[in-house]
């Protein structure tokens, strides 16, 4: 800790000398910004320096770096608020989005793109929708990811099973998971989070968001398709731990896991569900080549999709500032700038604008290489992600992974777990 924020004072130290000016070059008609990140201390210098290239091209300007640990970073902001003296700028997280919107601290940059400031030419709508709320756009998207599926190569090619990850269904993934059990005795792992990650992916495929749109109920409690999907997904998974393919599930839904003790990383099992910046930590885990796959699917991948592209984070604008103008043209540049993202690299997540994720292809190492090609493959498959979770998500999550966890150990059949699952998470939603 110590070191770090040795390390961190001498990265400040240029910015903040700079800073300490600032309202004075205001007043003087250059500019001062104030930009806020939580991150470490990678993210910290390549923030910098990217604060001080915009200041070396807009002489005058002043933008004074406020990184802060994620621990701290909202108890930061929220003691700012309370003295009117937020940032300019900040970084923002899908789950504070709807709380900073309905406090109108955030401004709607869509007049900031109308009017060519923020160029978002090179942005694809599915990317956007993730920072629109109630018709404003007010967030913008630093880093993509989507959830896919790890899998063991070698166990693969030694059980003699090819699979078409943009077509294949979970009667694929069934046959594949018995294949590779049969040749080389690896189990197929499930998903802790079952219940709410695998789920909305196959609800969405019936165009049902996991949570309904008021937030008192699931969003697909009514719809029989999608609730038949469910148990079908249950019965998968029971007939694998029938035939002795499936992978503990009690050990399966511990909390806390490192990921060398992940059942992939110790050749225990084939698959491993997680998100996709989690491959390349996973790959180094498990001293082994994977693979990244889309998510098998009901539907065989026809509209509408059940993947979407999820940001790592946000930047947006507080509504506070005096400064929105030069604010907005900090923004754009952070986010498409081509010489600014070869400094960032892409450590906040795959860039979404097209030219700079093509610029930065060739630059980064082979493993973010693999991860940068997923992305592009995987959004022509994607829907716009669903609003923000309730804000009982967690609670509807431990309510329902019990029910899942006596299915999937045959005390329950899966069309009580589906019924009973359902049930308590509405009972959560509805308090």
């Known amino acids: ?39 470490n201390t990678t993210r910290d210098e390549r923030s910098i320096k990217v604060a001080q290239l915009f200041m070396e091209k807009n002489p005058g300007v002043t933008v004074e770096t406020e990184p802060t640990q994620w621990d701290n970073y909202w108890p930061k902001l929220n003691t700012q608020a309370a003295a009117g003296s937020l940032p300019d700028i900040m970084q923002q997280d899908y789950q504070y989005i709807l709380q900073y919107t309905e406090r109108n601290q955030l401004v709607d940059m869509n007049t900031y793109v109308k009017n060519g400031v923020i160029d978002l030419s090179k942005w694809d709508e599915s990317s956007l929708a993730s920072g629109r709320l109630n018709g404003k756009l007010i967030a913008l998207n630093l880093g993509t990811n989507a959830l896919g599926l790890g899998v063991d190569i070698g166990a693969l090619k030694e059980a003699g099973v090819t699979i078409n990850d943009t077509t294949w269904t979970w009667k694929d993934f069934e046959q594949a998971a018995l294949a590779v059990y049969q040749k080389t005795g690896k189990q197929t792992a499930i998903e802790r989070n079952q219940a709410h990650m695998n789920w909305e992916h196959i609800v969405r495929q019936f165009g049902l968001p996991f ?4 937030h008192k109920s699931l969003g697909f409690t009514n719809s029989a398709p999608a609730r038949a999907a469910l148990k079908e997904n249950l019965d998968m998974y029971l007939r694998l731990r029938a035939a002795g393919a499936l992978y503990d599930p009690e050990d399966s839904f511990i909390a806390g896991k490192a990921m060398e003790e992940e059942p992939i990383s110790q050749g225990k099992a084939w ?9 390349v930590g996973f790959a180094n885990a498990g001293k082994k080549p994977l693979e990244y796959y889309m998510y098998p699917t009901v539907n065989g991948n026809k509209a509408p999709y059940g993947t979407y592209l999820k940001p790592s984070q946000f930047i947006s604008m507080l509504s506070s500032s005096k400064s929105q103008d030069l604010a907005a043209k900090f923004v754009n540049f952070f986010i498409n700038d081509l010489e600014a993202n070869r400094i960032l690299l892409a450590e906040r997540g795959i860039p979404v604008p097209t030219d700079v994720r093509a610029d930065l292809s060739p630059r980064v190492d082979p493993g973010m290489k693999y991860l ?28 329902m992974r019990p029910i899942l966890l006596q299915c999937l150990t045959g005390k329950l059949d899966s069309a009580t777990a589906v019924d009973e699952m359902i049930k308590a998470a509405n009972a959560v939603l509805a308090r």
């Open 372 to 399: 940068f090609d997923y992305i592009t493959k995987v959004t022509p498959y994607t829907t716009p992600i669903d609003p923000p979770d309730a804000p009982q998500a967690g609670e509807v999550r431990d309510v």
């Open 211 to 214: 949570f309904a749109p008021d």
């Open 271 to 279: 698959n491993g569900f997680y998100w996709s910046n989690q491959h």
């Open 1 to 39: 800790m110590k070191r770090s924020a040795l390390l961190l004072a001498a990265l400040l130290l240029p910015a903040m000398l700079f800073a300490g000016g600032g309202q004075q070059k205001a007043a003087d008609g250059g500019g001062y910004l104030r930009f806020a990140w939580w991150g």
